[in-house]
Nanobody
Framework: QVQLVESGGGLVQAGGSLRLSCADS????????MGWFRQAPGKEREFLAA????????YYADSVKGGFTISRDNAKNTVYLQMNSLKPEDTAVYYC??????????????????WGQGTQVTVSS
């Protein structure tokens, strides 16, 4: 069983940085690829980044390449999303998810079997 809890969201000024964390209280974290998504009001859930169980293979949406970095610490059962140079359009609820899939499908939300409750990120101009 995977139980995910996100943290690290908040209010930040444009150009600032935040690091989101997603911790799993279960025992199978290292078996899963982990992904970060976000959802703004009235919009669909948007893929941001994913990292394979080994912490080596990573995949990013074009919209966040160079600005966001995903990483994981399997010893701490935690995945991170470092977000730099934030913009007001980055305002959304950010979710982490766990999937046994990898490859070209990792950016599809329906591939994820477990989700956290989300953490709000608000970027002021």
């Amino acid at each position: 069983q995977v139980q995910l809890v996100e943290s690290g969201g908040g209010l930040v000024q444009a150009g600032g940085s935040l690091r989101l964390s997603c911790a799993d209280s279960g025992r199978t974290f290292s078996s899963y690829a982990m992904g970060w998504f976000r959802q703004a009001p009235g919009k669909e859930r948007e893929f941001l980044a994913a990292i394979r169980w080994n912490g080596v293979d990573r995949y990013y949406a074009d919209s966040v390449k160079g600005g966001f970095t995903i990483s994981r610490d399997n010893a701490k059962n935690t995945v991170y999303l470092q977000m730099n140079s934030l913009k007001p359009e980055d305002t959304a609820v950010y979710y982490c998810g766990a999937t046994l899939s990898w490859g070209t499908v990792v950016d599809r939300s329906h591939e994820y079997v477990y989700w956290g409750q989300g953490t709000q990120v608000t970027v002021s101009s």
